[in-house]
């Protein structure tokens, strides 16, 4: 049982670390998604006023 508990806690770090870059990484490309698209809809307005 000691030795168990001891496995699991050895383990948890690293899948808590895992999580956390795994949603970072998400976030990261769910905000450069964002920006590439606001910055697309920027130049179709800015298109527009110019023509």
């Known amino acids: ?3 168990g508990h ?3 806690a050895k ?3 690293q899948t808590i670390k ?3 870059a795994d949603k970072l990484a998400v976030l ?3 905000a450069f998604c964002r ?3 606001l910055t ?3 130049v179709e307005c ?3 006023l110019v023509r």
């Open 11 to 13: 383990r948890l770090p």
């Open 40 to 42: 697309r809809k920027a």
């Open 46 to 48: 800015h298109a527009r």
């Open 6 to 8: 001891r496995g699991a």
């Open 28 to 30: 990261h490309q769910h």
């Open 18 to 20: 895992g999580s956390v």
């Open 35 to 37: 920006s590439v698209s």
């Open 1 to 3: 049982m000691d030795r």
